[in-house]
Each structure stands twice: as structure tokens, then as C-alpha cells.
Nanobody, 119 residues
Framework: QVQVRESGGGQVQPGGSLRLSCSAS????????MGWYRQAPGKPREFVAG???????NYLDSVKGRFTISRDNAENTVLLQMNSLKPEDTAVYYC?????????????WGQGTQVTVSS
């Protein structure tokens, strides 16, 4: 099993930056892909960014060019660098680890971290 914990959320003004971190522990070798999702009030949870164990990445169209997903293998950590933040990026951000290869919906979720973009 894998345990997941996010950190790095907070409040920032429009145009600002934040970096989210997701640390994994447990059976790290079972991880097939890593992802970030977000959920704004009254809206369904949506995919933001993902990275396969091979390094391939994909992003939600609205964050392309502003957000970057990366990993630190030495620290068993997945990062989400968020630049040029907009009020519509406000949400609880969740990390997910796919350990089965069947997709993030079957993966392990973290507890979430709040990101608020407001002046």
C-alpha cells in the first residue's frame, strides 16, 4: 500500500505562484503514475496534471503553460509548480498515486490542500 500526503497550499494574489508537494510512503515501487486533481466548491473533482513512471506528462488545457508537474525520486515526492495563478484556480488540490495501472480513479488519494487565489 501507498500513503500520500500533500502540502504547500495557501493563499496567493492573482498572477502569483505556489508549489504543491506530494510525498509518498509505503510500497513506492508499486506506483505506475502520479497525478494532481482539484475540486472547487460546488463543482466535480477534475484532473489537473499527471505523470507516468516513464516521465510522460499531460495537463488540463486551462493550466497548460502555467502549471508543471515533476518528481523528486530521491524524496519520493511529486511536485506541482503553479505560476500565473488565476481566481478560477481556487480549489482543494488532491494528489493521487495509481498503483494498479487501472487509472487514478482506482488510486490512492491524499487528504487535499487548499489553494486560494484572491486579491
Amino acid at each position: 500500500q501507498v500513503q500520500v500526503r500533500e502540502s504547500g497550499g495557501g493563499q496567493v494574489q492573482p498572477g502569483g505562484s505556489l508549489r504543491l508537494s506530494c510525498s509518498a510512503s509505503g510500497d513506492i515501487s508499486s506506483i505506475k503514475a502520479m497525478g494532481w486533481y482539484r475540486q472547487a466548491p460546488g463543482k466535480p473533482r477534475e484532473f489537473v496534471a499527471g505523470m507516468t513512471i516513464a516521465g510522460g506528462t499531460n495537463y488540463l488545457d486551462s493550466v497548460k503553460g502555467r502549471f508543471t508537474i515533476s518528481r523528486d525520486n530521491a524524496e519520493n515526492t511529486v511536485l506541482l509548480q503553479m505560476n500565473s495563478l488565476k481566481p478560477e484556480d481556487t480549489a482543494v488540490y488532491y494528489c493521487n498515486m495509481d498503483t494498479s495501472g487501472r487509472g487514478f480513479h482506482f488510486g490512492t488519494w491524499g487528504q487535499g490542500t487548499q489553494v486560494t487565489v484572491s486579491s
